[in-house]
């Protein structure tokens, strides 16, 4: 799901529907679209990973319009039911999410039969959550994932935190990942091994040109390369040179930054 313009996606994002549960619902550009296919395929309850924009945005049409049921992280449900105030690039790229009264999500979801035990797995947000399948090994895994060589960051994520959620993730031993946006993710074990490998090995040599006087801007250029356009279009929100500094960060105990939209 993702807004377009001239016919092509500007961000892609997925949700997943399993026996009548969603698992997260798109942006807010797309909540009319996600309704009428709810409606039509029988969607019976609604789970949200996190609060971002682009997993929420159809939860309040999803609630109004066909009056499902919407679990979500305890963390998340403040921000939830008061919307969220957002930067001016993530309401052009998703659009601006609705409020939306949910429930706090249990240890363990039981829905048609299976059980499904919620996971906090902080890092790329406060509130996060994974949602796993022990019989099937299927980890919805919301943004914990994302891509193997993920080299951007947002200035609010907390880089040890994520490392962290994705080796307890990786211990459960997943057989496939259900990504937000990667989508279906085989042998999901493995896959988040070699993320955590490349995370781990690029903290080891940004760490290690840092201690050779390089700033996190030489770094960036010369280990990473250069920004791409969203770092631009989003003032730098989104980027190598914050992946750089969370590297940086990692391990020392200083604190990641606070969030100037209200939303991290």
Known sequence: MARTVFGRPLH???AYEIEGLLVDTGCPSTAGALVGWAREHGVAQV???HHHEDHVGGASALRHQLGLPVLAPALALPRLARGASIPLYRRLVWGRPRAVAATALPEVL???GRRYRI???PGHAFDHVC???EERKWLL???LFVHERALFLRRIEDFDLHLESLRRMHALGPELLLCAHAGFVEDGAAALGRKIAFWAALGEEVRARGREGWSPREIRDRVLGREGLLTYVSF???????L???CLRSGTGEAVPASGDGVS
């Open 12 to 14: 892609d994002v997925s």
């Open 47 to 49: 789970v949200l990973t």
């Open 110 to 112: 039981e829905h048609c």
């Open 119 to 121: 996971h906090h797995t």
């Open 131 to 133: 949602l796993f399948d």
């Open 141 to 143: 895994s919301g943004d």
């Open 236 to 242: 730098g929100d989104f980027s190598k040179l914050n």
């Open 244 to 246: 750089v500094r969370a």
